[in-house]
């Protein structure tokens, strides 16, 4: 299996002049873009608007790339270039935190402060989508939620999940497929059923 | 929806799908609303596992991308300037590759030409004498071959010992290609009036 396949095959269909190609790949790596920016803004609504300049400036960039290293590894040196001009030209200094440490009470009560700048809807919509995502988590099975966080969480590959789980990688691939399924139905649900369709579906 | 094809598209998006089911995948990843939407959940999740905290979930984010590029003029669109460019300096080149191939072929006739015998006289043929004739059934080792004498003022005695060299391997080549240079030597040295007797100077060449 070559690593990166999947992106240089939308990156390629790109170049060729897809940009439907483009929008898979910003709704897979957006949350991960936001996430990086934010640790040189303090304000979610900026890191989403210097992400969204990162993925204009990667598209304009991408007849150059040719595939030497990871999309995803050269999208990231973009955001953060642009992340730190940002910061430059507005004369702020970045955050120093690390985003990781996310079961930090203080760290928690800093992001819930960030919060406060985003409108009260996009913010509850928020939650209940976590919520029923860690709801849908909780009630899979044991082998299909460890598939599930070992790749999410540790970033294992499926090899390396095979050999964790003692058992064939076609069986991680389908466990791992099963689990997002069982997740994706609930969160259908939310998306579809607009707000509060959460607390219904208990 | 087919199963198969989200399983595709989760291992697709775990890059854990063959190279060639990706392009074909990617392709219709492109064109598919429902199935990006599914592949835009499939991040969410993602996201969520890692507690990816102060991330609005429902950011608006690849709707205001895909806005802005609305407005760009599509990647091969902006190469295709270069592309001409570089398509009106390509006209030349199967021309070129001609041109050397047709110099090279007549070098090569040339150089043969050089290389021929003129007038028979600087190779001579050694035909054993004893070889003349060959009772088909005599040996029963195999068939039997029929080579045409060479003439004795103008032989074509290189050809002969061509001949003999194709007849001698025949057995080890394949029969089609035998049959067809075995014909073409027959051919060759037939004589000009086609009336000559068949061959005094036979010889078994069967091994």
Known sequence: ?202 | MNEELDSQLSAMFDDELAPAECELLARRLSRDESLKARWGRYAIVGAVIRAERGVRLNAPLAGRVNAVLLAEPALAARTAPRDRRYARLRWWQPLAGAAVAAGVATVSILWLRTQAPLGGTTLVAHVPAQANVASPGASGQGDSYVVPRPKPAAALVPSTELANYVVAHSMFSNPVARGNLLSAFMTSEAPASGTEEPQSDVKALAH
């Not at chain 1, 790949?25 to 936001?34: G, M, P, R, S, T």
């Not at chain 1, 540790?154 to 064939?168: N, R, V």
Request: proline content about 3%; aromatic content about 8%.
């Open chain 1, 1 to 202: 299996m070559s690593a990166d396949a999947s992106d240089l095959s939308l990156v390629r269909r790109v170049q060729r002049g897809d940009k439907g190609a483009f929008d898979a790949l910003v709704l897979k790596y957006q949350h991960k873009l936001v996430k990086l920016v934010m640790r040189y803004v303090r304000n979610p609504a900026e890191a989403e608007d210097i992400a969204q300049e990162a993925f204009i400036k990667a598209y304009r960039a991408l007849p150059q790339f040719r595939g030497d290293s990871a999309f995803y590894t050269w999208l990231y040196r973009i955001a953060i270039n642009t992340a730190k001009n940002a910061v430059v030209s507005r004369d702020r200094s970045p955050v120093e935190y690390d985003l990781d440490r996310n079961n930090n009470d203080e760290s928690y009560d800093m992001q819930g402060r960030m919060k406060d700048s985003e409108t009260p809807e996009g913010l509850v919509l928020t939650d209940e989508i976590r919520s029923t995502v860690n709801a849908a988590i909780d009630a899979l099975p044991e082998d299909l939620r460890t598939a599930i966080v070992l790749r999410e969480l540790e970033g294992l590959s499926y090899e390396e999940i095979a050999a964790a789980m003692d058992c064939p990688v076609g069986t991680v691939r389908s466990r791992i497929f099963r689990a997002r399924e069982a997740i994706d139905r609930r969160l259908r649900e939310v998306f579809e059923g607009g707000l509060g369709r959460a607390e219904e579906l208990g």
